[in-house]
């Protein structure tokens, strides 16, 4: 058996993102219910944002040029805020 001559690995690795973000957004979405989550607007207003936020770069960094590096970008910077928030946390006692 041969392999298709048409095979794109790029587009195949943006389909299986795509599908990996839908069922991980409506997942999130039915744990409202499933968890009994009090806070829905407070909950809300995190889901839609990132949801946002995971498409727009999903969709950006397939795009050639300047986008990709804008993603790198935005992947850097979400890194350094993470840590920076892991120390702020400890050191502040707002993880406990």
Do not use: C, Q, W
Request: glycine content about 10%.
């Amino acid at each position: 058996m041969a392999a298709k001559k048409n095979y794109d690995p790029e587009k195949s690795l943006k389909k299986v993102m795509t599908l990996y973000g839908a069922v991980l957004f409506l997942g999130l979405a039915i744990s409202i219910y499933t968890h009994h989550i009090e806070d829905v607007g407070g909950f809300l207003t995190f889901l839609v944002p990132a949801a946002i936020v995971y498409f727009f770069v999903l969709f950006a960094f397939f795009k050639e040029g300047m986008f990709r590096k804008i993603v790198y970008g935005l992947m850097a910077l979400i890194g350094l805020v993470s840590v920076f928030m892991a120390f702020y946390l400890e050191l502040t006692g707002g993880g406990h």
